[in-house]
């Protein structure tokens, strides 16, 4: 796989490369899927590469994964355990929309690494060009969301991932202004806490190594938990 590398590296991501061989011992592996991968363990990486579409751009989307986690940046099982020790919590958020809102938290993370790299921004993410909502899905959730006091949980993990999908998309094309004034007026108080995990996200410096997210994470259940304590889902 070492051969890869004279295509997989190049003169934006290579002091990257050479400062995460510094922490960790790197390997790469063919991927048994079409796209990339990355895992950390210990003082080992490994980076699984699809061979059929070598390209920079995906790889240095693996080595600041990589980067994150040399920084303890661990939000995927963060947040999952997190969310476990309330059961409530937990079975609000279904697997699908843990694994959204993560991604969603990463990519904010990831973003400025990635440009300061000195690569486009349309190149960060395969949905670039597709809107995260649209008058259509903003229909059906108004009319799924609540009936009688009920409310319907598919329609809240879809508001609650569409709020995180329009956060941090990356295509300033999009403008979401006035669904997310749509979202506030549906439910003020969920769309409240929302915003305040998300600001509270953004301030978060990956650089600092006094900073941290615990407190963001923990803040963030309280709220979820004063939410969910005042419904009836179904």
């Not at 995906?58 to 059961?87: G, P």
């Not at 609000?92 to 690569?119: A, N, Q, R």
């Not at 915003?195 to 996200?201: A, I, Q, T, V």
Request: with cysteine; aromatic share 14%; charged share 25%.
């Amino acid at each position: 796989m070492k051969e890869h590398l004279t295509i997989l590296i190049d003169d934006k991501n290579i002091d990257l490369w050479n400062k995460l061989n510094e922490i960790y011992e790197i390997a790469l592996i063919s991927s048994t899927e079409q796209n990339y991968s990355a895992n950390v363990s210990g003082s080992s990486a490994t980076i699984g590469i699809y061979e059929n579409d070598l390209n920079s751009t995906s790889f240095t989307h693996q080595l600041i994964h990589i980067y994150l986690k040399s920084k303890n940046v661990k939000i995927v099982e963060d947040f999952y355990n997190a969310l476990e020790k309330t059961e409530k919590i937990n079975s609000l958020f279904s697997d699908g929309l843990k694994e959204h809102v993560t991604y969603c938290l990463e990519l904010e993370l990831m973003l400025p690494i990635f440009l300061k790299m000195g690569y486009e921004n349309r190149l960060l993410t395969s949905d670039f060009n597709e809107p995260k909502m649209n008058k259509k899905m903003l229909d059906i959730l108004l009319k799924r969301y609540k009936n009688k006091d009920v409310y319907d949980r598919e329609a809240i993990d879809f508001f609650i991932g569409t709020f995180f999908a329009m956060k941090s998309c990356n295509n300033p094309a999009f403008m979401y202004h006035k669904y997310f004034i749509a979202f506030q007026e549906l439910d003020k108080e969920l769309y409240t806490l929302l915003s305040e995990f998300w600001l509270d996200w953004k301030t978060y410096d990956i650089e600092d190594t006094d900073d941290n997210y615990d407190k963001i994470l923990q803040y963030f259940i309280e709220d979820i938990t004063a939410w969910i304590s005042k419904k009836t889902i179904a």
